[in-house]
């Protein structure tokens, strides 16, 4: 499929503002139940940070919206669309996000603060699967339409959100003990994610659609060849679905993405685990989140190159599954007859 | 229920791709248009079309046949399009089972496109909404147009009569007894879509022209010369038979 670049940076910024307010509240928890409190500019600064990233995430998604005036439309169909789904709940997101910061400020009771916290976390991680189910319901590209997109599409953000908090802690001088209790969040939840990421690689690179062109055209023959397109150029299918360059380099964007988005910070993140349990201040962290930042939105791209839909079919541009693309190697024969069942 | 649909036969489809230049002037002109041109006559030619016509051939030399598929919307009873639409912009109607997509009401976030399995929605990019054949929903019911002039634009240019409309749902309707009689399949009946319309296989049609049988009618002009004393071309006469 054709990435296109708003929709990437929507999925990445608002998974890592879900992240930055997944572990704001986590950290604000888990201070409370040792007994001390997250200084009140901390707090400021997590929810300006979440927000930030919200907000730069739904104003790159209306440069998607070919009607962006009628974009309030979109959440008609909630009921059954993921799509709107996503559309209601980001707000809601930053609306609750936003709460919980003012809750902060004006120093409510405990339990308010927190529960306006949950809630807030509650809707990101309903939002990000919603992210992700966008995708999954999309049975027609088997690369999407598996249980990893939307757990991918929350652990990514999480793990990003961890470390850009991170960073910003260590940018801002937080106390020692804060720093201490996001970098044990943060690490083990990076690992995660690649441990999650690397299986969806795995699984795309083995699974297949069983969908041929003899049952696309309903013509049980094994030596079909596609002769004609029925356009003289291209058209809007053959480069919606289609991404030639991003296809050519797509494995050596994987070992890209997963060094870029895990290996690096992950050991970054070593590296200033150590420096900070021994007591020195570090900046390993702002490294650590730039990287991640573009790894998360080379994931995503490729999450977009790597679908491949079954309407490619019509067009000799379907990869089967000997990962042979018509397009990429010379002759268009559609292979031979898959099995009967 | 009434599910209108096309029955297309690829034992009788010619490639001459009529029904897709038929339906794109029909269209551009009618309710649901424009169709838009990027580059119409330039290098790159680009162009939104509700129906396109591909060619496959199969065998090896020199045992080759060409056929013929044309593809536009299938209009499923399972629409997967309709399903995801966050606005209800893309609807199947109840009464005659077409989709249709509200140009108002569109957002153009192109997700029903990506949902179609059959790639049978094409995006204009200048009116920034999606467009899809509308099985000519201006024309069938129009009352203004000779009754046997209601029926979409493809159907009506086809030159082999490979294409038929109708009720498949209607097991009495022509749609449903070509289906019947030519073993209608559904393409890609895996896809869970339910489409509607049906394609008769390719087969190998044998045509001979049976001299005998030719009737060749006299061009009318040439029959109004004879009844007068007008002097007559003998080449003219030599061609029209
Ligand atoms: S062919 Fe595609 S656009 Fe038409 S009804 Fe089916 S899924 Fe929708
Ligand atoms: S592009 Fe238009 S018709 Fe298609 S899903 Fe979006 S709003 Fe609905």
Redesign the pocket.
């Known amino acids: 499929m054709k990435p296109e670049f708003s929709i990437i940076l929507l999925t990445v910024l608002a998974g890592m503002a879900e992240g930055v307010l997944f572990f704001l509240v986590g950290a604000d928890a888990i201070t409370l139940l040792k007994g001390g409190a997250v200084s009140f500019d901390i707090m400021l600064y997590g929810v300006i940070l979440s927000v930030a990233l919200a907000g730069l995430g739904t104003m790159a998604s209306f440069f998607h919206l070919h009607h962006k005036s009628r974009g309030i439309k979109?959440i008609k169909r909630w009921r059954f669309s993921w799509?709107s789904r996503e559309v209601l709940l980001l707000p809601l997101f930053i609306g609750l996000t936003v709460v919980y910061g003012i809750c902060a400020i004006i120093g409510v009771a405990t339990w308010l603060r927190l529960l306006s916290g949950l809630a807030g976390v509650f809707v990101g991680l309903a939002l990000g699967i919603s992210s992700g189910m966008i995708y999954c319901s999309v049975r027609y590209i088997r690369e999407w339409a598996n249980p990893y997109t939307p757990i991918n599409f929350v652990v990514i953000g999480l793990a990003g959100g961890s470390v850009i908090l991170l960073a910003t802690l260590e940018l801002v001088k937080a106390d020692h003990d804060l720093i201490m209790i996001l970098l044990r969040m943060a690490i083990p939840v990076t690992v995660i994610a690649m441990t999650a990421k690397g299986m969806s690689y795995l699984y795309n690179s083995t699974a297949y659609s069983s969908t041929t062109l003899q049952s696309a055209i309903g013509a049980w023959r094994s030596d079909i060849v596609l002769m004609d397109t029925g356009c003289a150029y291209e058209n809007y299918n053959t480069r919606e679905y289609f991404h030639k360059s991003g296809k050519k380099i797509e494995r050596a964007m994987i070992w890209f993405v997963m060094t870029v988005l895990f290996i690096l910070p992950l050991s970054m993140l070593t590296l200033d685990y150590v420096a900070v349990f021994n007591g020195h201040p570090s900046t390993w962290g702002v490294l650590a989140a730039l990287s991640m930042l573009i790894g998360g939105l080379a994931e995503r791209w490729l999450f977009f190159v790597q679908g491949n839909h079954v309407q490619n079919l019509y067009y000799g541009r379907f990869v089967d599954k000997n990962g042979k693309n018509p397009i990429l190697q010379p002759g268009k024969t559609a292979g031979p007859l898959p099995p009967v069942s | 229920m009434t599910q209108l649909a096309l029955v297309i036969d690829l034992a009788k489809c010619v490639g001459c791709h009529a029904c897709a230049v038929n339906c794109k002037e029909w269209n551009t002109s009618g309710t649901f248009g424009p169709l838009p041109d990027g580059e119409p006559y330039g290098k790159e030619p680009d162009g939104v079309w509700f129906n396109r016509v591909q060619t496959y051939e199969v065998g090896s030399y020199p045992d080759v046949e060409v056929f013929y598929f044309p593809k536009s919307c299938m209009h499923c009873k399972d629409a997967p399009?309709v399903k995801?639409?966050?606005?209800?912009?893309?609807h199947k109607r109840a009464e005659d089972g077409i989709v249709l997509?509200d140009y108002d009401?569109?957002?153009?976030?192109?997700?029903?496109?990506w949902a179609c399995p059959y790639g049978c929605?094409e995006?204009d990019e200048y009116a920034g909404?999606?467009k899809k054949c509308t099985l000519c929903v201006d024309r069938i019911y129009d009352e203004k147009l000779p009754e046997e002039e209601r029926v979409p634009a493809c159907v009506k240019t086809c030159p082999s009569s490979a294409r038929t409309f109708g009720d498949i749902d209607d097991p009495d309707s022509a749609a449903s007894v070509k289906v019947r009689d030519g073993a209608g399949y559904m393409p890609m009946p895996e896809s869970g879509a339910n489409p509607s319309n049906r394609y008769l296989a390719h087969r190998p049609v044998k045509t001979a022209l049976d001299e005998e049988r030719v009737i060749v009618k006299k061009h009318q002009f040439v029959e109004e010369a004879e009844k007068t004393d007008r002097p007559q071309d003998p080449e003219y006469f030599d061609f029209a038979g």
């Open positions: 979109a799509l | 399009c995801v639409c966050p606005t209800n912009a893309s997509v009401e569109c957002i153009g976030c192109k997700y029903c496109s929605r995006f909404v999606m």
